[in-house]
């Protein structure tokens, strides 16, 4: 079974434009809040990366509006791996309202490169213990 982590996220006025609705572009925010919360939930953090010389930027994202969020209400942000080769790793993500329909729904695709020159390095030979915790959160080990 894929694990999944669940981030609460309480919306803020600035996060909004003048209809009181989320601003479209705070749900990569949002994106990248999950996405830390997995990693962290994996028992890692993305500057243990950076201080071995590694980045993980995103390559591609993908995000479907289904309905807003507004001023003043909380939403949940589900974040699990679509998909992950042992170099790049798909992560998925709905954000789901306070009645717990999914209001946005998307993901966002990353390789690790080396800091330096962003060439790409494999996780499962540089990071075999990231690698390790990835294929076991799809349900593969």
């Known amino acids: 079974m894929k694990k999944s982590v669940k981030t609460t996220i309480k919306v803020r006025y600035q996060e909004t434009d003048q209809m009181g609705v989320v601003y479209h572009a705070n749900y990569l925010v949002w994106f990248e809040i999950g996405r830390t919360a997995f990693i ?57 309202d306070l009645n717990g329909e999914v209001a946005v729904s998307g993901n966002t695709k990353h390789v690790v490169v080396k800091k330096d020159n962003f060439r790409p390095v494999s996780i499962r030979r540089v990071f075999p213990e990231w690698h390790e915790a990835y294929l076991k959160a799809m349900g593969e080990k």
């Not at 993908?62 to 969020?69: A, G, K, L, M, V």
């Open 40 to 96: 962290e939930e994996l028992g890692f953090k993305y500057h243990e990366m950076e201080q071995q010389g590694a980045v993980s930027p995103v390559v591609d994202a993908n995000i479907s509006f289904h309905h807003p969020i507004r001023y003043g209400e909380d939403a949940v942000v589900e974040t699990w791996i679509n998909t992950y080769d042992g170099l790049r790793v798909e992560y998925g993500y709905q954000i789901i």
